[in-house]
Protein backbone atom coordinates (compact mmCIF):
# COMPACT_ATOMS: atom_id res chain seq x y z
CA UNK A 1 0.00 0.00 0.00
CA UNK A 2 1.63 3.10 -1.05
CA UNK A 3 0.53 7.22 -0.98
CA UNK A 4 0.98 9.60 -3.45
CA UNK A 5 0.35 13.35 -3.80
CA UNK A 6 0.93 15.75 -6.77
CA UNK A 7 1.15 19.47 -7.33
CA UNK A 8 0.46 22.07 -9.59
CA UNK A 9 1.23 25.07 -8.69
CA UNK A 10 3.34 28.08 -7.58
CA UNK A 11 4.35 27.41 -3.74
CA UNK A 12 7.63 26.03 -2.97
CA UNK A 13 6.82 22.57 -4.16
CA UNK A 14 9.56 19.96 -2.24
CA UNK A 15 7.67 21.20 0.85
CA UNK A 16 4.22 20.99 -0.57
CA UNK A 17 4.97 17.10 -1.53
CA UNK A 18 6.80 16.15 1.60
CA UNK A 19 4.01 18.13 3.73
CA UNK A 20 1.34 15.75 1.98
CA UNK A 21 3.20 12.44 2.44
CA UNK A 22 3.75 12.72 5.56
CA UNK A 23 -0.58 13.61 5.74
CA UNK A 24 -0.52 9.75 4.35
CA UNK A 25 1.99 8.20 6.41
CA UNK A 26 -0.50 6.37 8.18
CA UNK A 27 -0.83 4.12 5.26
CA UNK A 28 2.89 2.58 6.27
CA UNK A 29 5.63 3.19 4.23
CA UNK A 30 9.26 1.91 3.84
CA UNK A 31 10.94 4.22 1.37
CA UNK A 32 9.62 7.90 -0.24
CA UNK A 33 10.64 10.20 -3.24
CA UNK A 34 9.68 13.07 -5.18
CA UNK A 35 10.18 14.42 -8.58
CA UNK A 36 9.94 18.32 -8.76
CA UNK A 37 9.54 19.91 -12.32
CA UNK A 38 10.35 23.13 -13.58
CA UNK A 39 11.02 25.16 -16.78
CA UNK A 40 11.20 21.50 -18.23
CA UNK A 41 13.76 20.35 -15.80
CA UNK A 42 13.28 17.78 -13.52
CA UNK A 43 14.90 16.67 -9.98
CA UNK A 44 13.87 13.55 -8.16
CA UNK A 45 14.90 12.39 -4.52
CA UNK A 46 14.91 9.46 -3.46
CA UNK A 47 15.08 7.58 0.63
CA UNK A 48 14.88 4.57 2.29
CA UNK A 49 12.88 4.41 6.00
CA UNK A 50 10.95 7.51 7.12
CA UNK A 51 10.16 10.87 5.88
CA UNK A 52 12.87 12.41 7.78
CA UNK A 53 15.34 10.76 5.43
CA UNK A 54 13.96 12.51 2.37
CA UNK A 55 13.89 15.71 4.51
CA UNK A 56 17.86 15.08 5.25
CA UNK A 57 18.20 14.53 1.33
CA UNK A 58 16.17 17.40 0.32
CA UNK A 59 17.84 20.35 2.92
CA UNK A 60 19.15 22.31 -0.04
CA UNK A 61 16.70 21.97 -2.46
CA UNK A 62 14.40 24.64 -2.64
CA UNK A 63 11.71 26.16 -5.60
CA UNK A 64 9.85 29.34 -6.20
CA UNK A 65 7.67 30.05 -9.00
CA UNK A 66 5.37 28.12 -11.19
CA UNK A 67 6.18 24.23 -10.81
CA UNK A 68 4.98 21.02 -10.63
CA UNK A 69 5.69 17.96 -8.79
CA UNK A 70 4.76 14.10 -7.91
CA UNK A 71 5.59 12.09 -4.52
CA UNK A 72 5.22 8.68 -3.20
CA UNK A 73 5.42 6.73 -0.05
CA UNK A 74 6.29 2.81 -1.29
CA UNK A 75 5.11 -0.03 0.79
CA UNK A 76 7.14 -2.84 -0.85
CA UNK A 77 5.53 -5.45 -3.15
CA UNK A 78 7.87 -6.02 -5.98
CA UNK A 79 11.61 -5.55 -4.60
CA UNK A 80 13.05 -5.08 -1.78
CA UNK A 81 12.72 -1.40 -0.07
CA UNK A 82 15.72 0.01 -1.61
CA UNK A 83 16.03 3.59 -3.03
CA UNK A 84 16.30 1.94 -6.58
CA UNK A 85 13.33 0.89 -6.22
CA UNK A 86 11.44 3.83 -4.30
CA UNK A 87 9.63 5.90 -6.53
CA UNK A 88 9.27 8.02 -8.73
CA UNK A 89 11.15 5.47 -11.66
CA UNK A 90 12.20 7.54 -14.26
CA UNK A 91 12.73 7.24 -18.14
CA UNK A 92 14.27 9.71 -20.23
CA UNK A 93 12.40 12.71 -19.61
CA UNK A 94 9.45 11.59 -17.36
CA UNK A 95 8.69 10.34 -13.94
CA UNK A 96 6.05 8.04 -12.50
CA UNK A 97 4.66 7.27 -9.30
CA UNK A 98 2.07 4.24 -9.10
CA UNK A 99 -0.32 2.97 -6.30
CA UNK A 100 -1.34 -0.75 -7.10
CA UNK A 101 -0.21 -3.72 -9.00
CA UNK A 102 0.59 -4.01 -12.87
CA UNK A 103 -0.31 -7.44 -13.08
CA UNK A 104 1.55 -7.63 -16.48
CA UNK A 105 4.25 -6.41 -15.62
CA UNK A 106 6.47 -8.73 -16.55
CA UNK A 107 5.05 -9.26 -20.13
CA UNK A 108 5.93 -5.59 -20.95
CA UNK A 109 9.05 -5.56 -19.24
CA UNK A 110 10.45 -8.19 -21.45
CA UNK A 111 8.69 -6.82 -24.72
CA UNK A 112 10.64 -3.51 -23.71
CA UNK A 113 14.49 -4.76 -23.16
CA UNK A 114 13.83 -7.17 -26.21
CA UNK A 115 13.77 -2.99 -27.70
CA UNK A 116 16.60 -2.12 -26.01
CA UNK A 117 15.11 -0.61 -22.65
CA UNK A 118 16.95 -0.81 -19.55
CA UNK A 119 15.72 -1.21 -16.05
CA UNK A 120 17.14 -0.02 -13.05
CA UNK A 121 14.38 -1.34 -10.45
CA UNK A 122 12.85 -4.79 -9.60
CA UNK A 123 9.50 -2.70 -9.84
CA UNK A 124 6.11 -3.69 -11.84
CA UNK A 125 6.19 0.53 -11.93
CA UNK A 126 8.69 0.86 -14.42
CA UNK A 127 7.39 -0.39 -16.93
CA UNK A 128 4.87 2.36 -17.24
CA UNK A 129 7.40 5.03 -17.69
CA UNK A 130 9.07 3.66 -20.77
CA UNK A 131 6.03 2.40 -22.15
CA UNK A 132 4.77 5.36 -21.89
CA UNK A 133 8.37 7.33 -23.76
CA UNK A 134 8.02 4.36 -26.53
CA UNK A 135 4.31 5.17 -26.92
CA UNK A 136 5.56 9.09 -27.19
CA UNK A 137 7.65 7.83 -30.09
CA UNK A 138 4.69 6.75 -31.73
CA UNK A 139 1.83 9.31 -31.01
CA UNK A 140 2.53 13.08 -31.30
CA UNK A 141 -0.09 13.94 -28.61
CA UNK A 142 1.59 13.35 -25.12
CA UNK A 143 -2.04 12.77 -24.18
CA UNK A 144 -2.34 10.20 -26.62
CA UNK A 145 0.51 8.07 -25.44
CA UNK A 146 -0.34 8.15 -22.19
CA UNK A 147 -3.88 6.79 -22.89
CA UNK A 148 -1.94 4.22 -24.82
CA UNK A 149 -0.39 3.44 -22.36
CA UNK A 150 -2.54 2.70 -19.30
CA UNK A 151 -4.77 0.98 -21.78
CA UNK A 152 -2.20 -1.66 -21.92
CA UNK A 153 -1.84 -1.61 -18.18
CA UNK A 154 -3.61 -4.72 -16.30
CA UNK A 155 -4.22 -4.65 -12.68
CA UNK A 156 -4.69 -1.61 -10.13
CA UNK A 157 -3.58 1.75 -10.10
CA UNK A 158 -3.94 5.16 -9.51
CA UNK A 159 -0.85 6.88 -11.03
CA UNK A 160 0.63 10.49 -11.84
CA UNK A 161 3.30 10.99 -14.52
CA UNK A 162 4.82 13.94 -15.42
CA UNK A 163 6.97 14.38 -18.35
CA UNK A 164 9.52 17.20 -19.43
CA UNK A 165 8.01 17.47 -23.03
CA UNK A 166 4.73 18.70 -21.08
CA UNK A 167 6.31 21.01 -18.91
CA UNK A 168 3.23 22.25 -16.63
CA UNK A 169 1.62 19.15 -16.86
CA UNK A 170 0.71 15.87 -14.74
CA UNK A 171 -0.72 13.19 -16.70
CA UNK A 172 -3.46 10.74 -14.02
CA UNK A 173 -5.07 7.54 -14.11
CA UNK A 174 -7.08 6.01 -11.57
CA UNK A 175 -8.27 1.84 -11.50
CA UNK A 176 -8.72 0.25 -8.46
CA UNK A 177 -6.58 2.09 -6.25
CA UNK A 178 -7.96 5.70 -4.15
CA UNK A 179 -7.28 8.86 -6.27
CA UNK A 180 -8.40 12.34 -5.10
CA UNK A 181 -7.87 15.59 -7.49
CA UNK A 182 -8.31 19.14 -5.71
CA UNK A 183 -8.35 22.76 -7.16
CA UNK A 184 -8.29 25.81 -5.78
CA UNK A 185 -8.87 29.75 -6.83
CA UNK A 186 -4.87 30.15 -7.00
CA UNK A 187 -5.13 28.05 -9.98
CA UNK A 188 -3.58 25.35 -7.88
CA UNK A 189 -3.85 21.20 -8.25
CA UNK A 190 -3.29 18.71 -6.16
CA UNK A 191 -3.51 15.19 -6.17
CA UNK A 192 -3.80 12.51 -2.97
CA UNK A 193 -4.42 9.19 -2.03
CA UNK A 194 -6.68 10.18 0.39
CA UNK A 195 -8.42 13.96 1.40
CA UNK A 196 -5.60 14.36 4.52
CA UNK A 197 -3.27 16.13 2.36
CA UNK A 198 -5.67 18.54 0.80
CA UNK A 199 -7.40 19.53 4.24
CA UNK A 200 -7.10 23.17 4.15
CA UNK A 201 -5.30 23.36 0.65
CA UNK A 202 -7.45 22.51 -2.19
CA UNK A 203 -11.20 23.97 -2.04
CA UNK A 204 -12.79 22.02 -4.04
CA UNK A 205 -12.01 18.22 -4.52
CA UNK A 206 -13.54 15.30 -6.99
CA UNK A 207 -13.11 11.63 -5.68
CA UNK A 208 -12.16 9.68 -8.96
CA UNK A 209 -14.03 6.92 -10.32
CA UNK A 210 -12.51 3.88 -11.66
CA UNK A 211 -11.41 4.19 -15.53
CA UNK A 212 -10.58 7.79 -15.40
CA UNK A 213 -7.76 9.15 -17.08
CA UNK A 214 -6.69 12.47 -17.98
CA UNK A 215 -4.28 15.51 -17.49
CA UNK A 216 -4.00 18.77 -15.15
CA UNK A 217 -2.41 21.94 -15.90
CA UNK A 218 -2.65 24.97 -13.60
CA UNK A 219 -5.16 26.12 -16.54
CA UNK A 220 -7.13 22.94 -17.28
CA UNK A 221 -8.49 20.17 -16.07
CA UNK A 222 -9.39 17.64 -18.61
CA UNK A 223 -10.75 13.59 -17.46
CA UNK A 224 -12.02 11.35 -19.80
CA UNK A 225 -14.97 9.90 -19.50
CA UNK A 226 -16.08 13.36 -18.13
CA UNK A 227 -16.45 12.15 -14.87
CA UNK A 228 -15.02 14.12 -12.38
CA UNK A 229 -17.23 16.17 -9.74
CA UNK A 230 -16.03 18.62 -7.95
CA UNK A 231 -17.53 18.99 -4.42
CA UNK A 232 -16.39 21.63 -1.69
CA UNK A 233 -13.88 20.35 0.41
CA UNK A 234 -14.35 21.64 4.08
CA UNK A 235 -11.49 23.61 5.35
CA UNK A 236 -12.19 22.63 9.07
CA UNK A 237 -10.10 19.23 9.66
CA UNK A 238 -13.01 17.32 11.34
CA UNK A 239 -15.50 18.00 8.77
CA UNK A 240 -13.13 17.81 6.24
CA UNK A 241 -11.74 14.42 6.55
CA UNK A 242 -15.61 13.02 7.02
CA UNK A 243 -15.83 13.65 3.34
CA UNK A 244 -19.20 14.54 3.21
CA UNK A 245 -20.24 12.01 5.55
CA UNK A 246 -22.10 12.54 8.76
CA UNK A 247 -19.85 9.83 10.43
CA UNK A 248 -16.33 8.13 10.28
CA UNK A 249 -17.79 5.56 10.50
CA UNK A 250 -19.88 6.15 7.49
CA UNK A 251 -17.11 6.81 5.47
CA UNK A 252 -15.38 3.72 6.57
CA UNK A 253 -18.15 1.92 5.62
CA UNK A 254 -18.03 3.64 2.23
CA UNK A 255 -14.32 2.95 1.87
CA UNK A 256 -14.14 -0.47 2.51
CA UNK A 257 -14.23 -1.17 -1.16
CA UNK A 258 -11.18 0.96 -1.83
CA UNK A 259 -9.19 -0.31 1.64
CA UNK A 260 -10.21 -3.54 0.45
CA UNK A 261 -7.88 -3.52 -2.71
CA UNK A 262 -4.83 -2.16 -0.92
CA UNK A 263 -5.57 -5.71 1.33
CA UNK A 264 -5.54 -7.66 -1.60
CA UNK A 265 -2.70 -5.73 -3.38
CA UNK A 266 0.44 -7.85 -4.02
CA UNK A 267 -1.07 -10.73 -2.02
CA UNK A 268 -3.76 -11.92 -3.90
CA UNK A 269 -2.49 -13.07 -7.47
CA UNK A 270 -3.66 -14.12 -10.47
CA UNK A 271 -3.79 -18.17 -8.99
CA UNK A 272 -2.30 -18.11 -5.71
CA UNK A 273 -2.08 -15.55 -2.54
CA UNK A 274 1.58 -14.79 -1.12
CA UNK A 275 2.58 -12.91 1.69
CA UNK A 276 5.75 -11.10 1.27
CA UNK A 277 5.53 -11.03 5.07
CA UNK A 278 6.21 -14.95 5.82
CA UNK A 279 9.74 -16.10 5.29
CA UNK A 280 9.65 -19.62 3.54
CA UNK A 281 10.07 -21.24 6.90
CA UNK A 282 7.75 -19.60 9.09
CA UNK A 283 4.86 -22.43 8.89
CA UNK A 284 7.86 -25.20 9.27
CA UNK A 285 6.42 -27.92 12.52
CA UNK A 286 3.13 -26.15 13.01
CA UNK A 287 0.63 -28.41 13.13
CA UNK A 288 -2.38 -26.35 15.34
CA UNK A 289 -3.26 -22.36 15.42
CA UNK A 290 -4.57 -20.50 18.20
CA UNK A 291 -6.07 -16.98 17.77
CA UNK A 292 -6.34 -15.24 20.53
CA UNK A 293 -7.73 -11.67 20.30
CA UNK A 294 -10.85 -9.29 21.81
CA UNK A 295 -14.04 -8.05 20.22
CA UNK A 296 -14.61 -7.04 16.97
CA UNK A 297 -10.76 -8.82 16.16
CA UNK A 298 -12.58 -12.00 18.06
CA UNK A 299 -15.13 -12.34 15.80
CA UNK A 300 -12.73 -12.02 12.46
CA UNK A 301 -10.79 -15.13 14.28
CA UNK A 302 -13.97 -17.30 14.81
CA UNK A 303 -14.61 -16.48 11.47
CA UNK A 304 -11.56 -17.88 10.12
CA UNK A 305 -11.27 -20.38 12.29
CA UNK A 306 -13.94 -22.47 9.80
CA UNK A 307 -11.97 -21.50 7.02
CA UNK A 308 -8.96 -23.03 8.70
CA UNK A 309 -10.30 -25.93 9.66
CA UNK A 310 -12.18 -26.37 5.90
CA UNK A 311 -9.45 -25.79 3.79
CA UNK A 312 -6.36 -25.97 5.35
CA UNK A 313 -7.68 -28.94 7.40
CA UNK A 314 -5.38 -27.24 10.53
CA UNK A 315 -6.85 -27.46 13.89
CA UNK A 316 -7.33 -24.18 15.17
CA UNK A 317 -8.78 -22.92 18.62
CA UNK A 318 -10.34 -19.07 19.10
CA UNK A 319 -9.71 -17.56 23.04
CA UNK A 320 -10.77 -14.28 24.11
CA UNK A 321 -7.74 -12.23 25.29
CA UNK A 322 -8.94 -12.01 28.42
CA UNK A 323 -9.71 -15.28 29.35
CA UNK A 324 -6.81 -16.35 27.81
CA UNK A 325 -4.57 -14.41 30.48
CA UNK A 326 -6.00 -16.46 33.29
CA UNK A 327 -7.19 -19.72 32.16
CA UNK A 328 -3.27 -21.18 32.30
CA UNK A 329 -3.37 -22.55 29.04
CA UNK A 330 -1.90 -25.51 27.65
CA UNK A 331 0.49 -24.49 25.09
CA UNK A 332 2.56 -26.89 22.69
CA UNK A 333 5.50 -25.29 20.90
CA UNK A 334 3.63 -26.80 17.10
CA UNK A 335 1.61 -24.19 17.81
CA UNK A 336 1.42 -20.52 15.72
CA UNK A 337 -0.19 -18.41 18.19
CA UNK A 338 -1.57 -15.56 16.20
CA UNK A 339 -2.97 -12.20 17.51
CA UNK A 340 -5.44 -10.32 15.61
CA UNK A 341 -5.80 -6.72 16.94
CA UNK A 342 -7.02 -3.46 14.80
CA UNK A 343 -4.76 -1.02 17.06
CA UNK A 344 -2.04 -3.42 18.17
CA UNK A 345 -2.15 -1.53 21.64
CA UNK A 346 -5.30 -3.52 23.03
CA UNK A 347 -3.62 -5.13 26.74
CA UNK A 348 -5.39 -8.19 26.91
CA UNK A 349 -4.22 -9.37 23.54
CA UNK A 350 -0.61 -8.06 24.21
CA UNK A 351 -0.47 -9.65 27.67
CA UNK A 352 -1.45 -12.76 25.50
CA UNK A 353 0.72 -12.79 23.00
CA UNK A 354 3.89 -12.01 25.80
CA UNK A 355 2.41 -15.02 27.47
CA UNK A 356 2.31 -17.05 24.17
CA UNK A 357 6.30 -15.49 23.21
CA UNK A 358 7.29 -16.71 26.90
CA UNK A 359 6.33 -20.17 25.96
CA UNK A 360 8.57 -20.42 22.84
CA UNK A 361 5.53 -20.42 20.57
CA UNK A 362 5.76 -18.61 16.98
CA UNK A 363 3.65 -15.69 16.69
CA UNK A 364 1.63 -13.63 14.03
CA UNK A 365 0.24 -10.53 14.54
CA UNK A 366 -2.71 -9.32 12.08
CA UNK A 367 -2.53 -5.58 12.90
CA UNK A 368 -3.48 -2.23 10.84
CA UNK A 369 -1.04 -0.16 13.15
CA UNK A 370 2.92 -0.65 11.90
CA UNK A 371 4.77 0.03 15.02
CA UNK A 372 2.53 -0.83 17.45
CA UNK A 373 3.29 -2.67 20.50
CA UNK A 374 1.70 -5.66 18.87
CA UNK A 375 3.58 -5.68 15.85
CA UNK A 376 6.58 -5.03 17.59
CA UNK A 377 6.55 -7.69 19.59
CA UNK A 378 5.04 -10.32 17.37
CA UNK A 379 7.97 -12.35 15.43
CA UNK A 380 5.93 -11.94 11.91
CA UNK A 381 2.90 -9.46 11.18
CA UNK A 382 0.64 -9.38 8.41
CA UNK A 383 -0.88 -5.37 7.79
CA UNK A 384 -3.99 -5.11 7.02
CA UNK A 385 -3.71 -1.94 5.88
CA UNK A 386 -7.38 -0.49 6.62
CA UNK A 387 -6.40 3.28 6.89
CA UNK A 388 -6.82 5.25 9.59
CA UNK A 389 -9.78 3.94 11.77
CA UNK A 390 -11.72 6.78 13.36
CA UNK A 391 -15.41 5.34 14.62
CA UNK A 392 -15.07 3.56 17.71
CA UNK A 393 -16.92 0.63 15.98
CA UNK A 394 -15.02 -1.02 14.00
CA UNK A 395 -15.77 -1.67 10.28
CA UNK A 396 -13.21 -1.70 7.67
CA UNK A 397 -10.36 -3.04 9.91
CA UNK A 398 -13.19 -5.78 10.49
CA UNK A 399 -13.51 -6.40 6.48
CA UNK A 400 -10.13 -6.36 6.05
CA UNK A 401 -9.14 -8.66 8.69
CA UNK A 402 -11.11 -10.99 7.98
CA UNK A 403 -9.88 -11.17 3.88
CA UNK A 404 -5.98 -11.42 5.72
CA UNK A 405 -7.61 -14.10 7.71
CA UNK A 406 -9.12 -15.75 4.17
CA UNK A 407 -6.21 -15.40 2.48
CA UNK A 408 -4.10 -16.48 5.04
CA UNK A 409 -6.46 -20.03 5.54
CA UNK A 410 -5.47 -20.27 1.79
CA UNK A 411 -1.78 -19.58 1.97
CA UNK A 412 -1.93 -22.37 4.67
CA UNK A 413 -3.99 -24.76 2.40
CA UNK A 414 -1.40 -24.70 -0.05
CA UNK A 415 1.56 -25.15 1.93
CA UNK A 416 0.04 -28.23 3.67
CA UNK A 417 -1.66 -29.62 0.34
CA UNK A 418 -5.13 -29.53 0.93
CA UNK A 419 -6.44 -27.94 -1.77
CA UNK A 420 -5.99 -28.96 -5.40
CA UNK A 421 -5.03 -26.53 -7.64
CA UNK A 422 -8.71 -25.98 -9.33
CA UNK A 423 -10.23 -25.19 -5.51
CA UNK A 424 -7.69 -22.40 -4.65
CA UNK A 425 -8.36 -20.77 -8.45
CA UNK A 426 -11.99 -21.01 -7.16
CA UNK A 427 -11.20 -18.90 -3.95
CA UNK A 428 -8.81 -16.80 -5.51
CA UNK A 429 -11.33 -16.06 -8.05
CA UNK A 430 -13.76 -15.30 -5.38
CA UNK A 431 -11.51 -12.98 -3.51
CA UNK A 432 -10.57 -10.71 -6.63
CA UNK A 433 -14.82 -10.00 -6.72
CA UNK A 434 -14.66 -8.92 -2.63
CA UNK A 435 -14.17 -5.19 -3.63
CA UNK A 436 -16.89 -4.57 -6.10
CA UNK A 437 -19.31 -6.87 -3.55
CA UNK A 438 -18.38 -4.23 -0.74
CA UNK A 439 -19.36 -1.81 -3.24
CA UNK A 440 -23.02 -2.85 -4.77
CA UNK A 441 -23.81 -3.78 -0.68
CA UNK A 442 -24.13 -0.30 -0.64
CA UNK A 443 -27.14 -0.26 -2.49
CA UNK A 444 -29.07 -1.24 0.80
CA UNK A 445 -28.31 2.04 2.41
CA UNK A 446 -31.60 3.30 1.58
CA UNK A 447 -33.91 0.90 2.76
CA UNK A 448 -31.68 0.48 5.84
CA UNK A 449 -32.27 4.00 6.55
CA UNK A 450 -36.10 3.32 6.25
CA UNK A 451 -36.42 0.06 8.13
CA UNK A 452 -34.54 1.69 11.25
CA UNK A 453 -37.34 3.56 12.30
CA UNK A 454 -39.10 0.31 13.22
CA UNK A 455 -35.93 -0.91 15.35
CA UNK A 456 -35.80 1.56 17.65
CA UNK A 457 -37.43 -0.47 21.06
CA UNK A 458 -38.28 -3.77 21.64
CA UNK A 459 -36.65 -6.13 24.33
CA UNK A 460 -34.03 -7.24 22.09
CA UNK A 461 -32.43 -7.84 19.24
CA UNK A 462 -30.82 -11.71 18.58
CA UNK A 463 -28.56 -11.96 15.41
CA UNK A 464 -28.50 -15.73 14.15
CA UNK A 465 -26.72 -17.11 11.60
CA UNK A 466 -24.73 -20.71 11.30
CA UNK A 467 -21.51 -21.59 10.19
CA UNK A 468 -19.25 -18.63 9.40
CA UNK A 469 -22.62 -16.56 9.73
CA UNK A 470 -22.61 -16.83 13.21
CA UNK A 471 -19.37 -15.24 14.19
CA UNK A 472 -21.40 -12.55 11.69
CA UNK A 473 -23.49 -12.09 13.61
CA UNK A 474 -22.00 -11.50 16.65
CA UNK A 475 -20.40 -9.02 14.78
CA UNK A 476 -23.84 -7.39 13.87
CA UNK A 477 -25.14 -7.52 17.79
CA UNK A 478 -21.99 -6.02 18.66
CA UNK A 479 -21.87 -3.18 16.06
CA UNK A 480 -25.60 -2.37 17.34
CA UNK A 481 -25.23 -2.43 21.08
CA UNK A 482 -22.26 -0.43 20.84
CA UNK A 483 -23.67 2.74 19.10
CA UNK A 484 -27.65 2.44 19.10
CA UNK A 485 -27.23 1.01 23.42
CA UNK A 486 -29.69 -1.53 22.45
CA UNK A 487 -29.48 -4.77 23.81
CA UNK A 488 -28.32 -7.10 21.02
CA UNK A 489 -26.74 -10.48 21.00
CA UNK A 490 -25.71 -12.48 18.36
CA UNK A 491 -26.26 -16.50 18.63
CA UNK A 492 -26.02 -19.82 16.43
CA UNK A 493 -29.23 -20.31 14.36
CA UNK A 494 -29.46 -23.57 15.56
CA UNK A 495 -29.02 -23.32 19.41
CA UNK A 496 -32.02 -20.72 19.66
CA UNK A 497 -34.36 -23.39 20.89
CA UNK A 498 -32.28 -24.78 23.62
CA UNK A 499 -33.24 -21.40 26.07
CA UNK A 500 -33.42 -18.08 24.12
CA UNK A 501 -36.47 -18.87 22.07
CA UNK A 502 -37.90 -18.68 25.71
CA UNK A 503 -37.62 -15.03 24.88
CA UNK A 504 -39.59 -14.88 21.24
CA UNK A 505 -42.43 -12.80 21.21
CA UNK A 506 -43.23 -9.50 19.01
CA UNK A 507 -40.83 -7.31 20.70
CA UNK A 508 -38.01 -9.69 20.05
CA UNK A 509 -36.60 -8.60 17.08
CA UNK A 510 -34.92 -11.37 15.05
CA UNK A 511 -32.37 -10.30 12.51
CA UNK A 512 -31.63 -13.42 10.32
CA UNK A 513 -29.16 -14.11 8.11
CA UNK A 514 -29.80 -16.49 5.41
CA UNK A 515 -27.48 -17.21 2.75
CA UNK A 516 -28.30 -19.09 0.06
CA UNK A 517 -24.63 -20.72 -0.34
CA UNK A 518 -24.73 -22.62 3.50
CA UNK A 519 -27.14 -24.41 4.98
CA UNK A 520 -30.04 -21.72 4.03
CA UNK A 521 -32.70 -24.59 4.75
CA UNK A 522 -31.16 -25.49 8.35
CA UNK A 523 -31.18 -22.01 9.34
CA UNK A 524 -34.91 -21.04 7.41
CA UNK A 525 -36.22 -23.63 10.07
CA UNK A 526 -34.48 -21.79 12.71
CA UNK A 527 -36.39 -19.02 11.95
CA UNK A 528 -39.34 -20.48 11.43
CA UNK A 529 -39.19 -21.53 14.84
CA UNK A 530 -38.60 -17.88 16.15
CA UNK A 531 -41.99 -16.37 13.90
CA UNK A 532 -43.91 -19.25 15.16
CA UNK A 533 -43.28 -18.03 18.30
CA UNK A 534 -44.05 -14.43 16.92
CA UNK A 535 -40.40 -13.10 16.92
CA UNK A 536 -40.06 -9.98 14.74
CA UNK A 537 -38.16 -11.11 12.20
CA UNK A 538 -35.80 -9.19 9.48
CA UNK A 539 -34.27 -11.49 7.33
CA UNK A 540 -31.14 -10.62 5.07
CA UNK A 541 -30.90 -12.88 2.41
CA UNK A 542 -30.59 -13.33 -1.84
CA UNK A 543 -33.72 -15.65 -1.68
CA UNK A 544 -37.25 -13.85 -0.79
CA UNK A 545 -38.27 -15.64 2.82
CA UNK A 546 -42.53 -14.99 2.93
CA UNK A 547 -42.11 -15.26 6.91
CA UNK A 548 -40.12 -12.54 7.48
CA UNK A 549 -41.69 -8.81 8.78
CA UNK A 550 -39.17 -7.42 6.91
CA UNK A 551 -36.69 -7.90 4.41
CA UNK A 552 -33.18 -6.81 2.81
CA UNK A 553 -32.83 -8.78 -0.14
CA UNK A 554 -28.88 -9.16 -1.06
CA UNK A 555 -27.31 -10.33 -4.54
CA UNK A 556 -27.15 -13.76 -5.39
CA UNK A 557 -23.46 -15.29 -5.05
CA UNK A 558 -21.50 -18.53 -5.55
CA UNK A 559 -18.84 -18.29 -2.98
CA UNK A 560 -19.87 -17.77 0.58
CA UNK A 561 -17.27 -15.76 1.62
CA UNK A 562 -19.00 -13.18 -1.03
CA UNK A 563 -22.29 -13.30 1.02
CA UNK A 564 -20.22 -12.89 4.47
CA UNK A 565 -18.76 -9.71 2.85
CA UNK A 566 -22.24 -8.60 1.42
CA UNK A 567 -24.40 -8.99 4.81
CA UNK A 568 -21.44 -7.69 7.13
CA UNK A 569 -21.85 -4.14 5.31
CA UNK A 570 -25.63 -4.48 5.49
CA UNK A 571 -25.45 -4.92 9.00
CA UNK A 572 -22.85 -1.90 9.39
CA UNK A 573 -25.27 0.37 7.73
CA UNK A 574 -28.60 -1.00 9.69
CA UNK A 575 -26.70 -0.36 13.32
CA UNK A 576 -25.55 3.36 11.90
CA UNK A 577 -28.67 4.00 10.86
CA UNK A 578 -30.55 3.21 13.72
CA UNK A 579 -27.69 4.79 16.02
CA UNK A 580 -28.66 8.10 14.28
CA UNK A 581 -32.30 7.84 14.58
CA UNK A 582 -31.83 7.48 18.47
CA UNK A 583 -29.53 10.57 17.95
CA UNK A 584 -26.29 9.09 19.31
CA UNK A 585 -22.70 10.15 18.59
CA UNK A 586 -21.89 6.98 16.53
CA UNK A 587 -18.29 8.04 16.31
CA UNK A 588 -17.70 7.84 19.98
CA UNK A 589 -20.82 6.02 21.64
CA UNK A 590 -20.41 6.40 25.42
CA UNK A 591 -18.20 4.31 27.95
CA UNK A 592 -16.28 2.81 24.99
CA UNK A 593 -12.45 3.86 23.45
CA UNK A 594 -11.04 3.20 20.18
CA UNK A 595 -8.23 1.96 21.92
CA UNK A 596 -8.29 -0.49 25.27
CA UNK A 597 -4.95 -0.12 26.64
CA UNK A 598 -6.20 -1.42 30.39
CA UNK A 599 -7.29 -4.62 31.50
C1 LIG B 1 -15.19 -2.96 17.78
O1 LIG B 1 -16.26 -2.32 17.21
C2 LIG B 1 -14.88 -2.56 19.15
N1 LIG B 1 -14.66 -1.18 19.24
C3 LIG B 1 -14.00 -3.45 19.98
O2 LIG B 1 -14.68 -4.62 20.19
C4 LIG B 1 -12.58 -3.79 19.46
O3 LIG B 1 -12.66 -4.62 18.35
C5 LIG B 1 -11.75 -4.46 20.59
O4 LIG B 1 -11.61 -3.55 21.64
C6 LIG B 1 -10.42 -4.96 20.11
O5 LIG B 1 -9.64 -3.92 19.65
P1 LIG B 1 -8.36 -4.18 18.76
O6 LIG B 1 -8.81 -4.81 17.51
O7 LIG B 1 -7.78 -2.81 18.55
O8 LIG B 1 -7.45 -5.07 19.54
Not at 370 to 380: K, P, Y
Request: glycine content about 6%; aromatic content about 10%.
Amino acid sequence: MCGIVGFIGQREIKRQLIEGLRELEYRGYDSAGIAVMQDAHIQSFKAVGKLSNLDEKTKNFETSGLGVGIGHTRWATHGKPTELNAHPHMGEYSYVVHNGIIENYREIKTALEKVGVNFLSQTDTEVIVHLFEKEVERYKNLFDAFKATIDQLDGAYAVLLVSQKAPDTIFFARKGSPMIIGKNRNQEVFFASSDAPLIGEAEEVAYMEDGTIGYATPDTIYAEPDSLVFVPLAGDKLTAQKGGYRFFMEKEIYEQYDVMNDTMIGRVLDDDVAFEELNEAFLDGISRIKFCACGTSYHAALASSYLFERQAKIPVEVEIASEFRYKEPLLTDDTLFVVISQSGETADTLEALKMAKNAGLRTLAICNVDNSSIVRLADATILTRAGIEKGVASTKAFATQVMVLWMLALYFAKKRGTLNATAIQKEVEAMSRVPSVLKKALDVHEKCKRLSKRYLHGHGFFFIGRDIFYPLALEGALKLKEISYLHAEGYPAGEMKHGPIALADAELFTIALMPKTLLYDKTKSNVEELSARDSTILAISPEFFDLADDFILTHPHEHMMLEFFEMMVVEQLLAMEVAIRLGNDVDMPRNLAKSVTVE
